[in-house]
């Protein structure tokens, strides 16, 4: 199954290809800065789900943390990846990037120590209050 998104211009699109989508959610400061709001939506994947279909050269990149990188386009600022920041070469990509609105399922919750306190927790899915288990930069 695929699934396509781009950013709020049209200039990047892209395409995943998976038949379920998960995502994690991030509380983090610089999910917060980066996205503008209260917590990021990233539905996680391996580099071999995303590929580019349209706009690959109009991305700008941010190195937010050491080898960690935000992807934005450059003529609208739509945030459509963050790579690098995990040690095993995963990618996420932010959830409201997707068109229309395909079924996720929200595994986790992470760097819940700097959530603020205005974003509520979903308490179906673990709560970690930094990396979970496997992310991270050690991988
Ligand atoms: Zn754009
Ligand atoms: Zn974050």
């Known amino acids: 199954m695929t699934f396509v ?7 990047v699109r892209f395409e995943i290809a998976r038949r379920h989508l998960n995502a994690a959610c991030c509380y983090c400061q610089m999910c917060r800065k980066a996205h503008g709001t ?12 995303l590929s580019w279909l349209e706009g690959r050269e109009l991305l700008e990149r941010y190195e ?12 609208c600022g739509t945030h459509v990846l963050v790579h690098g920041q995990s040690g095993d070469g995963s990618l996420a990509v932010p959830a409201g990037t997707l068109d229309g609105t395909p079924d996720l399922t929200i595994r986790l919750h992470m760097f819940t120590d700097e959530r603020v306190v205005w974003a509520e ?3 179906t899915a673990p709560s970690y209050p930094g990396w979970p288990p496997g992310f991270g930069p050690s991988g």
């Not at 998104?5 to 200039?11: D, I, T, V």
């Not at 917590?39 to 789900?49: A, G, K, N, T």
């Open 38 to 49: 209260a917590y990021s939506v990233h539905v996680m994947l391996r580099s071999d789900q």
């Open 5 to 11: 998104g781009g950013c709020l211009c049209g200039s």
């Open 121 to 123: 927790l979903d308490s």
């Open 64 to 75: 937010s943390s050491p080898g960690g990188f935000r992807e934005f386009c450059r003529r």
